[in-house]
């Protein structure tokens, strides 16, 4: 059945009839019927608006409302910061500034302070130089650095305390010199309570350290990296030293090899200075004790080892030419000890007792008897005597005089040597020497006179004492004195067929 379909047009009062019933018929619950200007009417219907609660949504819009303040916040703290640490950085490079920290590094030195161009960014303070100088009466003179860089921290742009983790300079010089008990030791009081300038390492690559007179130091050490620490785990200032060369005068030179210092009151405690020979890396001379560098009238004594060191690295160049070879320290209750008085006149005087190193000998070389006993016992051996047992001595420096003294040398069979040898700071040589040759290659000689010339047997050895005289250059002793002027009457063979020196040394 089909449903009759609405015609498609419409008269006026048919319109009219439609919007009257409707009106009368079902109300108008979504619109409302208004009259036109015309006089025509219509509903208008007022659209309503979705009202639904999505609380997933609204949480965001809140997220996102607190992430904008929190971005605006950040903004504006980051704006501050920047314009706070711009406005510490200005104040960082002032004149009054760079003035204020001059006060600060004199207060916590006691020395008068000059800082050279100056200048801080937001991780670091720079300056071209900075000079330290102290009053008479401290044993530190002066100390100049160059190139100076402090990792800082951000409470330094204050400018109540200059703190940070390191300072650095490329190189620095530090002059030590005698203190006079009548002058001040400080520019300035200490100040108790915390330090206005905090570093946790001081580090310079190359720091030469003078003693005494600038112009003419008795010591020099050249080209040593150095680490300073304020307070090392034990709570005292410590001092670390690594390489660099050491100069003493009337010394042979020396190198240093690493060194660790701590500093307690107005003494320096030398944990370890290990010390090496120039030109000879296997060496060890090593040095531990206290130094007292404000008591001018009392000796500081420091012990000695020594480890396979050279005897020209003690004794010299010139006196280890004569003597030669590698020695190590003996437990002594006397010996082994540097000791030196901090005054005008330090006078050091070191001591050692030593003996042959493992697996080193002894050679002697230069002096005229040895050339002599060679060719009157047709043996070259002689004319260089290597010694590898019973080897002993003490070997002493005092104001530039070098003795071997107590001196024991031994080889089985050959030869030994007894006596001691002394040397001037004019490398002038004097001492005496005792002589054993071998009993049996006195007798193999069949030479009476050099059988009368040694004494009779005594520990396996017959004995001859010699002068040692002449210098360095040119070693004297009396042995062809003593040959020539020694004709034995018992001697079984005619006189005329006893060679002389000169006939027993002249060359074959």
């Not at 300035?188 to 350290?209: C, D, T």
């Not at 070191?350 to 042959?356: A, D, G, M």
């Amino acid at each position: 059945m089909s449903v009759p379909s609405e015609p498609e047009k419409y008269s006026i009062d048919q319109m009219m009839d439609r919007l009257k019933n409707r009106r009368e018929g079902v109300p108008l619950a979504d619109g409302k019927l208004v009259t036109r200007a015309d006089g025509s009417q219509a509903i208008r219907v007022r659209m309503k608006k979705r009202r639904s609660h999505q609380l997933h949504k609204e949480q965001r819009r809140s997220q996102h409302r607190a992430r904008m303040l929190q971005v605006s916040g950040a903004l504006v703290l980051v704006l501050l910061a920047l314009f706070g640490s711009g406005v510490a950085i200005v104040f960082a490079n002032s004149a009054p500034f760079r003035e204020g920290l001059v006060r600060k590094i004199a207060l916590c030195s006691g020395a008068g302070a000059e800082l050279h161009q100056f200048r801080m960014n937001p991780t670091s303070a720079n300056a071209s130089a900075l000079t330290l100088t102290w009053p008479a009466g401290n044993v530190l003179g002066s100390l100049k650095a160059r190139n100076l860089y402090a990792e800082i921290s951000p409470v330094s742009f204050l400018g109540k305390s200059m703190v940070g983790e390191e300072v650095r300079a490329s190189e620095a010089t530090l002059t030590l010199r005698i203190p006079q008990a009548d002058k001040p030791s400080r520019e300035i009081p200490a100040s108790e309570g915390i330090q206005p300038v905090r570093f946790n390492h001081y580090n310079l690559p190359k720091l030469h350290i003078l003693v005494g007179n600038p112009s003419a130091p008795g010591i020099r050490m050249h080209g040593s990296e150095a680490s300073f620490i304020p307070q090392n785990p034990n709570g005292r200032p410590q001092l670390l030293l690594s390489r660099g060369d050491l100069t003493i005068k009337g010394w042979p030179k020396l190198q240093m090899d690493r060194s660790h210092i701590e500093f307690r009151g107005n003494d320096a405690d030398i944990i370890g200075m290990r010390l090496r020979h120039a030109t000879d890396p296997r060496g060890v001379f090593e040095l531990s004790g206290t130094l007292s560098p404000y008591a001018t009238n009392q000796a500081s004594t420091l012990a000695v080892q020594l480890d396979s060191y050279l005897v020209a690295g003690i004794a010299g160049t010139e006196l280890g030419r004569l003597f030669s070879g590698r020695i190590d320290t003996v437990s002594s209750s006397t010996s082994n000890y540097l000791s030196f008085t901090p005054g005008p006149d330090p006078s050091p005087s070191l001591s050692v007792t030593f003996r042959n190193s493992l697996a080193s000998v002894l050679e002697v070389t230069g002096f005229p008897f040895l050339f002599g006993l060679s060719q009157t016992l047709d043996d070259e051996w002689f004319a260089r005597p290597v010694f590898d047992s019973e080897i002993r001595g003490i070997l002493r420096r005092v104001d530039g005089n070098v003795s071997i003294e107590n001196l024991n040398l031994e080889n089985k069979g050959r030869m030994a040597l007894r006596g001691m040898v002394a040397m001037t700071p004019n490398r002038i040589l004097s001492g005496k020497l005792e002589v054993g040759v071998a009993q049996g290659m006195i007798q193999s000689s069949e030479n009476p006179r050099l059988d009368a010339l040694f004494g009779p047997p005594r520990d396996n050895f017959r004995w001859l004492t010699l002068k040692i005289s002449g210098n360095t250059n040119s070693p004297a002793d009396n042995f062809k004195d003593l040959y020539e002027s020694n004709i034995d009457s018992k001697a079984t063979a005619p006189a005329d067929r006893i060679p002389s020196f000169e006939d027993l040394t002249r060359p074959k």
